[in-house]
């Protein structure tokens, strides 16, 4: 997919929120989200990139997130959220996923007027250190919660899945508290460069080190990331079975997954690709599990295990060891955003 100015990329989104999602029933509103909130329109915007966009709905259960799509030649990504979930300002302030998109307008469409009042109040306090503080202890929450309800019973794949998205959520402790947006992909890129910011770069080791990427070679990551490769497109062939993921597995958005992890990679940033590129190996196999055949699965097993074990995870006992290290760390993890929160000059002192 060829780049393009992000102000296009909005206009694009737009239009598709009026053309489609506006006419649905139960709208309530739309607005952007993700990484380019920030970005002016004419910056240009990477091949590996995608415009967020979340569909306000009065559904009190909302559908199962639209994904990633092709419109006008945007990649958009569009998520379904309720109504409920922005009732409060409070709430939002609180939530470190939802109050960044509030910072600034990133309104697309609002008929009832609830979003604009909402986006004003956020906007206002976001900087508070309550605010921001409280945004820190939300995102500690999600991590203790999230290694706690590691299921031992279920799939390797899933067991993994479980295990590295909270880890890799220590990074955004350390985004919340710099103010900057808890991206996903980039996680572990933008961690560092906040930690290098604000003088704590040799907390950087102990996140790549809870991750267990720390010693590994661009020539070794560049090689997990060719076997992900032949993963990836086996399982974006065979996937009939919807997950919430699905659209992330797709060959109209493999630009995202592997030419983004090889941008990193050959920009000098390899260990900062590994947490995506497991992530990825570990939703082919549950679209695997789920739609392949048992021999194909088998064949294609042993790259994925390569990856993890070059991490360190060879059971599951090693996947609860590695989990209470990063709860064990947290205490330290907190005394660094701490240190971020009172050095932040953006920050609104009470």
């Known amino acids: 997919m060829l780049s393009m100015r992000v102000g296009y990329a909005r206009t694009a989104a737009a239009e598709w929120v009026m053309q489609h999602a506006s006419r649905e029933e139960g709208f309530q509103g739309a607005y952007f989200s993700g990484s380019t909130i920030g970005l002016p329109d004419d910056s240009e915007m990477s091949a590996a990139s995608d415009i967020d966009v979340m569909i306000v709905t009065a559904q009190a259960e909302p559908p199962l997130k639209l994904g990633k799509f092709v419109y006008r030649g945007t990649l958009l990504e569009a998520t379904y959220m309720s109504w409920n979930q922005l009732a409060s300002v409070e709430e939002v302030l609180t939530s470190y996923h939802l109050a960044g998109s509030f910072r600034v307008d990133t309104i697309i469409a609002d008929p009832t007027g609830h979003l604009r009042r909402l986006q004003t109040e956020v906007s206002r306090h976001f900087a508070d250190r309550v605010w921001v503080r409280r945004r820190c202890d939300n995102v500690r929450q999600k991590i203790e919660n999230g290694l706690r309800a590691i299921d031992t019973a279920a799939p390797l794949h899933d067991q993994v899945t479980s295990w590295l998205f909270p880890t890799g959520v220590t990074t955004h402790v350390l985004l919340v508290a710099a103010l900057r947006n808890p991206t996903v992909r980039l996680r572990y890129l933008a961690a560092r ?158």
Not at 202 to 231: F, I, S, W
Not at 324 to 341: C, G, K, M, N, Y
């Open 193 to 350: 460069e906040v930690l290098m910011q604000y003088g704590h770069g040799d907390l950087y080791l102990d996140l790549l080190n809870l991750l267990g990427c720390a010693h590994l070679t661009p020539e070794r990551v560049e090689h997990h990331l060719t076997e992900l490769e032949q993963t990836f497109d086996v399982a974006a062939a065979v996937a009939t079975t919807p997950f919430f993921f699905s659209t992330d597995i797709k060959a109209t958005t493999r630009s995202v997954a592997i030419d983004g992890s090889r941008e990193l990679i050959r920009a000098g940033y390899h260990q900062e690709a590994v947490f995506w590129i497991v992530a990825t190996f570990a939703r082919c196999h549950k679209i695997l599990a789920a739609d392949a055949p048992q021999d194909l699965q088998d064949t294609l097993l042993p790259a994925f295990k390569a990856i993890i074990n070059d991490l360190g995870i060879t059971s599951t006992n090693t996947i609860i060891r590695r989990a209470d290290e990063v709860v064990q760390f947290l205490p330290r993890l907190w005394e660094t955003t701490e240190a971020i929160l009172l050095a932040n000059p953006d920050i609104v002192m009470e």
